[in-house]
């Protein structure tokens, strides 16, 4: 595989990743519930954990230490040979588990499109919806500045 | 000699057993949930997660119910709880200019590209206690519009001129200084400050700030720009061999514009403080950037004077968790410290007395 077609495998899976860390995990449970599961191990016990978040300095300059987050972490194999990885903030055990088992499926021949139909798109659709939404009611809350006129024209 | 004094475990488990009666006080007043905290105190959770330097909202909510609404206290809790789990690594810094929007205002250009975007804030209220709250109510529902475009960070408009002094760029062979691995040494550079100042008191940096406004330390500050939304995280994971999404946090960023500095060699152009902190933190924000350029006076040749401008004081003296500690271990038992006081102080007033009474006696002698 050359390193066009790896970087482009790497790109959807953390496009996939982006929007299954975004909702909570009984979301991404109950559309799993619509797939009959791939075989798979657990390479990583989920485990809770904590990342350091940086800032930078300025907002575009140096990074700097802002403060920690509570993260988890997963890590499964299809009995096809696919690994893949789940990270997610928060301390739901089950749901970085979850990412780990749809981030190898993305990566599975075999399950692509499965996930992609069932999980991704409606969950995407949901995220989109939700940023959307926030968006918009921050929008109508915009300042339309006007001149008053003062005087004889 | 050190002396144990055994005693009162039967009190200290009747006062923790009291404690918890107390907490959940009236028991025909349905007990406080979570959730309830977590969506409706959110300020609250915000400052909680923010100085006890750890960003998950249900940690925080739960600290501030043990904690009995004691925010200090659930900072305090929050620490401790970090010290049970283990770091993987650091993010990724965030991209404050790619924040989802919830809210940005500024203070030194009305048309900004983008625009004024209030959002849910205090601004603008009257400050008036309002007697609907105090009854269940539902609030209408938030009117929208066309969504907003991307926000460009005021700070880079001015930056397009040279207006504006550059933040300062990444040493890519300086590690990131951290004060949560390496004790604080002076003097300190400004991530260190930084992170110093993001898990700082509010009310410590706010009367701060509020002293460099009234003429200690001046720095003429403008708020170019305050944002509050929602930001991307992510983290380079090793076993993935790329910097996965961690999901969204929300954070608030002060960029304060400040008075102008030029010389021989360089042109002027205004200077700069900087406030980030997680969740909807405004006042604490602003307050940290008046101190991070309050405390720059080193690096910008001003003369130090004021209490805002002292790394070593600022930096001391703003950590709430460890404030707290030492003041309050004042109330735990100091029976033998005091004693030994008591006996040297029983001695020099014997010895007062007796050179006192001296004269007398000779006198009539």
Redesign the interface.
């Known amino acids: 595989m050359g390193a066009t077609a790896e970087d482009a495998i ?1 790109a959807r ?2 496009a996939a ?2 929007v299954l ?2 909702v909570a995990g009984a979301e991404i449970a109950r559309c799993l519930n619509a797939i009959d599961l791939p075989a798979h191990a657990e390479l ?1 016990e989920p485990e ?24 988890s ?1 997963a ?1 499964v194999r299809l009995a096809t040979g696919e690994v893949g ?1 789940g ?5 739901d055990l089950a749901k970085a588990r979850m990412i780990a088992l749809c981030d190898a499926m993305v990566q599975s021949r075999g399950y692509a499109d499965a996930v992609e139909a069932n999980v991704l798109a409606p969950l995407r659709a949901e995220m989109l919806a939700r ?13 339309d ?1 006007y001149t008053m006129v003062r005087g004889e024209g | 000699m050190y002396v144990a004094v055994k005693g009162g475990e039967r009190a200290i488990e009747n006062a923790h057993r009291l404690l918890a009666h107390e907490r959940r006080g009236d028991r025909d007043v349905p007990e406080i949930s979570l959730s309830q905290i977590s969506e409706q105190l959110s300020l609250g959770v915000d400052r909680v ?2 100085e006890g ?4 909202r ?2 925080a909510a739960l600290a501030i119910k043990q904690a009995r609404g004691d925010l200090i206290e659930a900072i305090f809790l929050v620490r401790a709880f ?1 010290a049970t ?13 790619a924040m ?4 940005r205002i500024s203070s030194t250009f ?2 900004i590209p983008g ?6 804030t205090f601004d603008y209220t009257h400050r008036l206690l309002d007697p609907q709250l105090a009854g269940a109510g539902s609030p209408e529902a ?7 475009a991307s926000m460009p ?1 005021v ?2 408009i001015l930056g397009r001129d040279g207006l504006i002094e ?6 890519a062979d ?1 590690p ?5 691995r390496e004790p604080l040494s002076f003097p300190a550079d ?3 400050r ?2 110093n100042l ?2 700082a008191d509010e009310g410590f940096l706010l009367a701060l700030g509020y002293s460099t406004q009234r003429g200690y330390g001046r720095s003429h500050p403008f708020a170019g720009e305050i944002r509050f ?2 930001v ?2 992510e ?1 380079y ?1 090793e ?11 929300a954070m608030s ?1 002060c ?1 304060m514009v400040n008075q102008f500095k030029g010389s021989a060699t360089e042109a002027p152009c205004f200077t ?1 403080g ?1 406030g ?3 969740g909807q933190s405004e006042r604490k924000t602003m307050s940290m950037a008046l101190v991070d350029r309050s405390l720059r006076a080193r690096e910008l040749e001003e003369e130090i004077k004021a209490p805002a401008q002292d790394e070593e004081f600022v930096m001391s003296h703003s950590d709430n968790v460890q404030a707290t500690g030492f003041v309050e271990h004042l109330k735990l038992p100091h029976y033998v410290d005091f004693q030994s006081e008591l006996g040297l102080l029983r001695k020099l007033r014997a010895e007062f007395f007796e050179a006192a009474s001296e004269p007398l006696k000779e006198a009539a002698e």
């Open positions: 790497d899976r953390k990743m982006t860390a975004s990583r809770n954990g904590l990342v350091m978040v940086r800032g930078r300095i300025g907002g575009d300059g140096a990074p700097f230490n802002l403060g920690e987050a509570t993260v972490r890590a990885f990270y997610t903030l928060g301390r940023r959307s939404r926030k968006s918009a009611e921050a929008a109508a809350t915009r300042v500045f | 997660m923010t330097s750890l960003y998950d249900e940690l970090r789990l283990p770091r993987f690594g650091a993010t990724e810094p965030v991209d404050t200019g989802q929007v919830r809210r009305k048309d625009g004024q975007v209030l959002g849910p938030p009117a929208t519009a066309e969504p907003l960070r700070t880079d550059p933040s300062p760029e990444t040493d300086a990131v200084g951290d004060l949560t400004r991530d260190l930084l992170q993001a898990r939304g929602d991307e995280v983290f994971a076993d993935a061999g790329f910097a996965v999404p961690l999901g969204a946090m960023e960029q700069r900087y980030l902190a997680f």
